[in-house]
């Protein structure tokens, strides 16, 4: 099983906090259906550590902790 | 030998240049006020370098250009101080910002820097495009414009006061409220005592930051701009209102102003850089910091956004610490902001971990003028310095051990007054050449272009951020240049989208050198675009996200508002021009490809935390990456001009 954490924006009347089986990032994005949905605006995070490219290919394991963050520019 | 023509030949030479009348319907006025003599001579400028270079930066390029003497030093009051304001600003929504350009006191290069608020709409709403001030007035001056019309008022009412006190008491004697009634832009103590971090306040919180504008302005003896009341005819070449509603509306719908600008402003970003590895810390020592310091532990303290002239974005969050008795109640337990950077500068980059310690500082900078990024990166430079015991407290006389709040509050008062070590502090990147620093001190001044980084985010591993630090005209600043989406995994993995971005094929790893130039480029023409139509950065596109105005509105507005119909191809090739000229500027003041680099850190040491663990920056990859950029900038591989195209910007700047 692995954690996601759902910021606002993308709950959609769902949990903030979630538990799935998932083998993979690309897993987490079909299931959570946000391939469309999800904008620029938000990143994955798996263990406090940011994905920046080829997120669909990241491989998960039992007991990871994944989160979507928002990432923006500064000022 | 010839002599150098003065200020006063150089402003007569350029007016037999200049228009005698409105070129367009909107255009505001030229105004030339030698404060030393009181005299005041207008015009306007021509269509041609309108064409050329638009207005807001890009025309204040071409009057430095023209009024530049790099004989005389940046502080010498003979040296020009242009405000600017964009060519759409206060009509269309979110463009409410303005320039100011000089000779950099601070870097030694180019100075420019943007605002907003409210004083560059009041410049547009009274007719004035363009404010060119020089001479140093006999005594301290407030330029008082009703209309276009300045009159010279003593400013000794207001002399000694910082920003809080400042406003309060212009708004008792001027009778009004500001944003409503009038702009204001001034300077504080820490402009009066020509602090090198010090900026010019175009509001309790907006800034004229980056390269000593506060210093520039005080140079010449002028405490304030006061622009009172609305009465410029901007009756547009055609309608404009529908499109307006199409900007807005753009705007609200873009996931990053709905979702992160509208609610809690920029630091958000602290989280996503902390969690790459890419967080300036301890004066970019290491890269990662406290998760105490994400946004959402900034919600308590949060009772509100604010917004600038007519923006309905409203992204700036506003600071109320009242309900904690763990605070001092003074006039700082209330504020604006803080953003990103003021969050990365004051907090991870001195060692501070508790957010009320951030606001605190924060409104503090606010209150006295002193630009967050270079102050705080002047500050996190002496701690390094002291951690290496290449200065001592017997120089410093405080304690400055990373994290000591108490001793960095304290030098922030200080450097306002230039007092003991705040002397030190005021000299920012200059206080080696002061003789303030031993020589050594250098290899630690995470400065590019004597100007020290802006953002907090360590761009070891994003190489196109790495680029745009080393090229950017002013210094090591982001919000020239930074190609911010680099950071997003969904576009990079968009190899089509990305393409169509950026104008040409580049890297979907952020770590690769790979294509980065083309990035930087096509980030550098449309942000030089979007300062010379006076549009946000935050608002503009690809800063923040792809989905923002960007050319297509930018070119429909300055049409209908102005009659001046431009492509797309045109108006990008506006925002190369802005860089071009720029780069002649910094060119007579001594900058060469030398200077498009980057901290020697950065090349050194590598990262030690994260995804991106051993990354650095490989000076091969780089200079190689540096050619490609100025390839596609038509620029020559000492990165000025190629020839043709250099001939057709000195023919628009001196014909």
């Known amino acids: ?75 | 030998m010839t002599q150098p023509m003065t200020i006063d030949q150089r402003v007569d030479a350029l007016l037999t240049r200049l228009a005698t009348e409105q070129q367009f319907p909107t255009q505001g006025e030229t105004i030339f006020v030698d404060l030393e003599r009181q005299e005041v001579r207008r015009a306007w400028i021509p269509l041609r370098v309108v064409n050329a270079l638009l207005g807001g930066r890009g025309v204040n390029m071409f009057l430095l250009h023209n009024l530049l003497d790099e004989t005389l030093e940046p502080i010498h009051p003979h040296v020009p101080l242009i405000f600017g304001t964009g060519i759409l600003t206060s009509m269309v929504p979110s463009a409410s910002r303005g320039n100011v350009t000089s000779w950099s006191p601070e870097s030694r290069v180019l100075m420019d820097s943007n605002a907003g608020d409210y004083f560059p709409s009041f410049m547009k709403l009274n007719g004035i495009d363009h404010l060119v001030l020089y001479g140093k007035a006999p005594a301290w001056t407030l330029l008082h414009f009703e209309g276009n019309e300045p009159k010279f008022v003593d400013a000794a009412p207001w002399v000694g006061l910082d920003n809080l006190d400042l406003r309060a008491k212009i708004a008792e004697d001027f009778h009004g409220v500001e944003g409503k009634d009038y702009g204001l832009a001034a300077i504080t103590t820490a402009g009066e005592n020509l602090v090198l971090c010090s900026g010019i306040m175009a509001g309790p919180k907006a800034i004229y930051a980056r390269g000593g504008p506060g210093a520039k302005m005080g140079a010449l003896n002028l405490k304030a701009v006061l622009i009172q009341g609305r009465h410029a005819d901007l009756t547009t070449a055609r309608p404009h209102k529908l499109r307006n509603r199409d900007v807005a509306l753009k705007l609200l719908n873009t996931s990053v102003v709905k979702n992160a600008l509208k609610k809690r402003g920029t630091p958000f970003l602290y989280k996503p850089s902390r969690m790459l590895g890419a967080m300036g810390t301890k004066n970019n020592q290491e890269t990662t910091w406290t998760d105490k310091l994400d946004a959402e532990n900034i919600d308590p303290y949060r009772p509100g956004m604010e917004g600038c002239f007519a923006c309905p974005v409203n992204c700036r969050p506003l600071n109320d610490m009242s309900n904690d008795l763990n605070v001092r109640p003074d006039k700082y337990i209330k504020g604006d902001g803080p953003e990103y950077v003021t969050l990365g500068k004051f907090g991870p980059n001195v060692g501070i971990t508790e957010v009320t310690q951030v606001l605190r500082l924060n409104n503090i900078c606010n209150d006295l003028g002193l630009d967050t990024a270079s102050s705080g990166s002047a500050i996190s430079w002496a701690m390094e310095l002291y951690q290496r015991g290449i200065i001592t407290r017997e120089q410093t006389r405080l304690d400055l051990t990373w994290g000591n709040y108490d001793a960095i509050e304290q030098l922030l008062f200080m450097t306002a007054k230039r007092e003991g070590f705040g002397d030190v502090i005021a000299d920012s990147s200059q206080a080696v050449a002061n003789g303030k620093y031993p020589v050594e001190s250098l290899d630690y001044l995470m400065a590019v272009k004597g100007l020290t980084q802006s953002d907090p985010h360590d761009a070891r591993i994003l190489k196109a951020f790495a680029l745009g630090l080393a090229v950017a005209t002013r210094g090591m600043d982001h919000l020239r240049n930074r190609v911010t989406l680099e950071i997003n995994a969904k576009i990079n993995d968009s190899p089509d989208f990305k393409a169509e971005l950026y104008g040409g094929k580049v890297s979907a790893e952020p770590n690769s050198y790979d294509g980065k130039e083309i990035a930087v480029r096509r980030c550098e023409n449309i942000y030089a675009v979007g300062d010379s139509v006076g549009m946000c950065r935050f608002t503009t596109k690809l800063f923040n996200s792809p989905s923002l105005p960007g050319y297509e509105e930018f070119a429909d507005q300055v049409a209908n508002v102005t009659g001046i119909e431009l492509t797309k191809e045109a108006i990008d090739g506006i925002g190369l021009n802005v860089m071009g000229v720029e780069r002649l500027i910094n060119a007579k003041l001594g900058v060469t490809r030398a200077d498009d680099t980057l901290p020697k850190r950065w090349f050194e040491e590598a990262i030690g935390v994260g995804p991106y663990k051993g990354e650095k920056i490989d000076r091969g990859e780089f200079d190689k990456m540096l050619s490609r950029f100025y390839e596609v900038s038509n620029l020559t591989e000492e990165g000025m001009p190629k020839p043709e195209w250099r001939e057709e910007l000195e023919t628009v700047l001196t014909s």
Do not use: Q
Request: aromatic share 2%; charged share 30%.
């Open chain 1, 1 to 75: 099983m692995i954690t996601v954490h759902l910021p606002e924006p993308l709950r959609d009347g769902r949990a903030a906090i979630m538990t799935m089986d998932a083998t993979s990032l690309g897993d987490v994005i079909a299931r959570l259906d946000l391939a469309e949905d999800r904008d620029e605006l938000f990143n994955f995070a798996v263990n406090g550590e940011l994905v920046l490219h080829g997120e669909k290919d990241v491989m998960l394991k039992n007991g990871d902790d994944v989160e979507i963050v928002v990432a923006i520019a500064g000022g």
